[in-house]
């Protein structure tokens, strides 16, 4: 891996979560009434900001960097990250992650942390793991877990993240990959994998207990995958893809994990390496914008780097303390750890966290207003 596919993992995440945060949870219909000019950024004035996707993925980068290689360290930073970032009252948590990080205040181990959940947490975060480390297929498997499991125990948000972990690995490899190669990827590196365990910790009672329930047991996944696939191979498009994973799904692609992640890795074969045609692809499937687009933007940025995203997208970000210029400290930091390097990294001042978090929070709530408002 080099630079460019650290910088274009994180940035490439931050644009698309900041294009398709407006969208977030509108349906088709009011979204193209509202904002018809999916090019363009609409949160703050023609201006876009990140929200917890893109704040988590730095976070896990943050704690790799942190943890010279040793999962238990990445853990332990995480949490102390985790920590400070909900003190800091953010908007929009999501219910699973709210919980963890209430049980990570009052001093439960991260091990231990996690809620039965198969939400999008995990898969929001993991992408940077797999440019990191996915040419070591059992390290990234071990980073991806203790990431899932901080806040996630269900088995299939530990499936989902490592999906989303593999294709940016896959992506920033500049391979040519089509959806047969990428499922026989993900089986051959998900095989006699161990499921995380209801109650939190790292692996199942089952499998304590000796009776061998393993991950690829899960063919729901898989199944989806070889839909992707065969979809992908009949050029459908994104959009009817999903319509047709779930029919009844009329505010867009779900905040559930397996209705995520398959949507993003279509849209990313589709257009593995064009960044802009994917990501409106993806907004336009509604919903979960911000999640589904900071994914997508992870996936695909990790190949084609900062050249290959739109500049307008990327100088439309309107952030401190984490702005671009931040994003980038941290890609350069990546770097250098990848390399063997010792590095301290940069923590957020608490007050300047607070007062982020402030603003974001009212242009949150003038957004929730401004839905009530015509045109319908």
């Known amino acids: 891996m080099t630079i460019k596919a650290f910088e274009g993992c994180i940035i490439g995440a931050a644009v698309g979560d900041s294009l398709g945060l407006p969208y977030e949870g509108l349906s088709l219909r009011r979204a193209s009434r509202l904002f018809p000019r999916r090019e363009r950024h609409h949160f703050l004035f023609g201006r ?5 996707d893109t704040e988590h993925a730095l976070m896990v980068a943050q704690a790799v960097i942190d943890s010279g290689g040793d999962p238990e360290r990445f853990s332990k930073s995480l949490a102390r990250r985790l920590r400070w970032w909900f003190l800091g009252l953010p908007a929009g948590i999501g219910l ?11 001093g439960v181990s991260p091990h231990k942390s996690g809620v039965f959940s198969a939400g999008n947490g995990p898969a929001m975060r993991s992408a940077i793991i797999g440019v ?24 299939k948000a530990y ?6 972990a593999l294709a940016a690995h896959l992506s920033a490899t500049g391979a040519t990959i089509d959806g047969a190669a990428y499922l026989a990827a993900l089986r051959s590196a998900l095989a006699d994998e161990p499921l995380p365990s209801r109650e939190g910790s790292q692996f199942s009672p089952l499998l304590r207990r000796g009776l061998g329930v393993r991950c690829c047991s899960d063919e729901e996944f898989f199944a989806l995958m ?3 696939a065969e979809s992908i191979s009949k050029n459908e498009a994104t959009t009817d893809f999903y319509q047709r994973l779930a ?86 930091q ?25 603003v974001f929070a009212v242009v949150v709530l003038y957004h929730g207003f401004r839905r009530l408002l015509p045109p319908y």
């Open 48 to 52: 876009g900001m990140i929200s917890d």
């Open 96 to 106: 699973a992650t709210l919980r963890a990080c209430l049980k990570l205040c009052v």
């Open 132 to 155: 990191m480390y996915g040419a070591d297929i059992e390290r990234m498997k071990a980073f991806v877990r203790r990431s899932t499991i901080i806040t996630h125990t269900d088995p």
């Open 159 to 164: 499936i989902g993240a490592f999906a989303v």
């Open 226 to 228: 070889r839909d992707v």
């Open 247 to 332: 029919p009844n799904a009329k505010q867009g692609i779900s905040g559930y994990i397996y209705h995520t992640v398959p949507a993003v890795i279509h849209a990313w074969l589709r257009h593995p390496a064009n960044f802009k045609a994917a990501l409106l692809d993806i907004i336009a499937c509604g919903g979960d914008t911000d999640t589904t687009g900071a994914i997508l933007g992870a996936i695909i940025g990790a190949r084609v780097g900062v050249e290959g995203i739109p500049r307008a997208w990327i100088d439309g970000i309107l952030e401190y303390p984490e702005s671009v210029g931040f994003m980038k400290m941290v890609a350069r």
């Open 334 to 358: 990546l770097e250098q750890a990848r390399l063997g390097d010792s590095l301290k990294t940069v923590n957020i001042a608490f007050p300047l966290l607070l007062a982020r978090n402030f």
